[in-house]
């Protein structure tokens, strides 16, 4: 299984430039997430859904979109990349397993917007 | 409001014993989470603890006191693929995480 798949890995952009990261899970998870991950900071939630067609903000929303059509795959957008959006993005997924809510992480892209 | 704190950065010795704390004040509590994470690689899940007490597997255990708002993860007989991060994360009452900035952990000969 390949689990939790994300690209691009790597990309630089010049603000004002639009693009969309890929997420996609073959584990069958409902839930899915959008975190960046800043240095010093812990990682922060940008966008969650619990099912597919469904969506919601998370902590940091502003400045991105995201969509659900398919239970597998959750699609992060930036209209007008701004450098404050200069991060590592983590896709993750996840099921409840013994009460818990553990999270399965993608491999991260790296964005660079100058 | 929210917080995680954890030590930003230990060096331990290899073979050697070593303890990361967190503290954590969230808005409700459904969980203490760890995970780990290798420079340039995704975190990857380590233990989870939601009642108080040690939960040992293997070579890392992790404990809990929830009067406390406080978990440590214990790590025996380091190795040098040991060297990482450790993030702490508290799950609220939303069952949504809050994340620690990361404990980076290096080992040395």
């Known amino acids: 299984n390949a689990g939790v798949t994300q690209t691009p890995k790597f990309r630089v952009l010049k603000t004002g430039q639009s693009m969309t990261l890929l997420c996609a899970q073959d584990?069958?998870?409902?839930?899915m997430y959008w975190y960046r991950q800043d240095p010093g900071m812990g990682l922060r939630l940008i966008h969650y859904?619990?099912?597919?067609?469904?969506?919601a903000k998370g902590e940091v929303p502003d400045g991105y979109n995201v969509s659900r059509l398919k239970k597998q795959n959750f699609l992060l957008g930036l209209e007008s990349a701004a450098p404050s959006q200069t991060s590592v993005y983590f896709c993750?997924?996840?099921?409840?397993?013994?009460?818990?809510?553990?999270?399965?992480f993608g491999a991260g892209s790296r964005l660079t917007v100058l | 409001g929210q917080n995680i704190d954890q030590p930003t950065e230990m060096t331990a010795t290899e073979g050697a014993i070593v303890q990361i704390n967190c503290t954590y004040q969230t808005s409700g509590f459904n969980g203490l989470f760890w995970y780990q994470q290798h420079a340039g690689e995704a975190p990857t899940f380590l233990s989870y603890?939601?009642l108080d007490g040690l939960e040992e597997k293997g070579r890392f255990s992790s404990f809990l006191s929830r009067s406390k708002g406080y978990s440590y993860l214990l790590l025996k007989e380091l190795q040098m693929k040991d060297s990482a991060s450790y993030l702490c994360a508290s799950m609220d009452s939303n069952y949504q995480l809050i994340w620690g900035a990361g404990t980076k952990l290096i080992i040395k000969p």
């Open positions: 584990m069958n998870h409902e839930y």
């Open positions: 859904s619990v099912g597919e067609g469904t969506t």
């Open positions: 603890n939601v």
């Open positions: 993750a997924s996840s099921v409840v397993w013994s009460g818990a809510n553990v999270l399965t």
